[in-house]
């Protein structure tokens, strides 16, 4: 069985390439994991995962971007503009489809 470190930094390697499936395998793995007693291993395990919560933060914050974006594509060219009272409006040009790709 790996031990506890070997588990984050298998962790931190599958939030790096974007491999959700090895990710969802190592959390039981992690939280079944025994942990150590001694201090100094305690601070390495403790810097690891303060590394991977930094990593799974910025995942979200990539997958929500994405997502954005995806919506962005799929409702068509806008325009966003301000009118006098700084108040923002977006107009959409009437009858033109989303271009595809084939």
């Known amino acids: 069985m790996a031990t506890l470190e070997d588990l984050l930094d298998q962790a931190a390697g599958a939030l790096l390439a974007g491999d959700l499936g090895t990710l ?3 959390a039981g793995q992690i939280e079944s994991a025994p942990v150590p ?4 291993t305690a601070e390495r395990l403790r810097t690891k995962a303060l590394r991977n919560a930094r990593l799974l ?6 997958v929500k971007a ?3 974006r995806v ?5 068509g060219p806008t325009l966003t503009t ?3 009272r700084g108040q923002k409006a977006q107009f959409a040009p009437q009858g033109l489809t989303p271009a595809r790709r084939v």
């Open 57 to 62: 933060e910025a995942a979200t914050r990539g």
């Open 66 to 68: 994405a997502r954005l």
């Open 71 to 75: 919506a962005e594509i799929t409702r």
């Open 37 to 40: 007693q001694d201090r100094a």
């Open 82 to 84: 301000y009118d006098a």
């Open 24 to 26: 969802a395998t190592l």
